[in-house]
């Protein structure tokens, strides 16, 4: 019974923050030339070829930002300093008597917050919930003051009927 060629490729969608890394396994069963990533989405370029005991060839735009690990039947590549326009589709491609595709992994990379960001968060919490916070409490503390000057009073009519 022949074996089916097949591409795992795992995982099939990822985001990633601009400067992270993504990890992209490809593994299949039988023998193998060889193995490509493939951006194919938005631009349909190589972005390494993997074989065992050769030195892999990787694009130029990765070059100094991927790293593998594992055999080319079962290979993770790891893309780093992820940037913006690393965003995109990505196969991997099984070299065998014939090219085999994987299902592809959609890599989506999205911009650092600033850090000026971040004190929106602050200015919100200065400009909304401080003064919030202050209402509520001077409301607690009115309410308190009303409910004892009631109770003052109401002694000191029962002080003043009780003499009389």
């Not at 601009?18 to 490809?26: A, F, L, Q, R």
């Not at 940037?83 to 014939?98: E, H, K, N, R, S």
């Amino acid at each position: 019974m022949a074996l089916l060629a097949e591409v795992w490729q795992s995982p099939r969608k990822t985001i990633a923050l601009e400067g992270d890394s993504v990890n992209i396994t490809c593994s299949t069963p039988g023998t193998l030339h060889g193995i490509y990533l493939k951006q194919t989405w938005p631009s349909n370029s190589d972005v390494i070829y993997y074989e065992d005991g050769l030195k892999p060839t990787v694009d130029p735009r990765f070059q100094g930002r991927i790293a593998f690990s594992g055999l080319q039947s079962n290979l993770t590549i790891s893309l780093y300093h992820l940037q913006l326009a690393d965003t995109g589709g990505y196969t991997c491609v099984a070299i065998m008597d014939d090219k085999i595709f994987g299902p592809g992994t959609l890599v989506m990379v999205t911009e650092q917050l600033p850090k000026a960001a971040n004190t929106c968060q602050e200015s919100w919490l200065i400009h909304f919930a401080l003064p919030t916070a202050l209402s509520v409490g001077f409301f607690l503390v009115g309410l308190g003051l009303g409910a004892m000057c009631v109770l003052k009073r109401t002694q000191i009519q029962k002080l003043c009927c009780a003499k009389e």
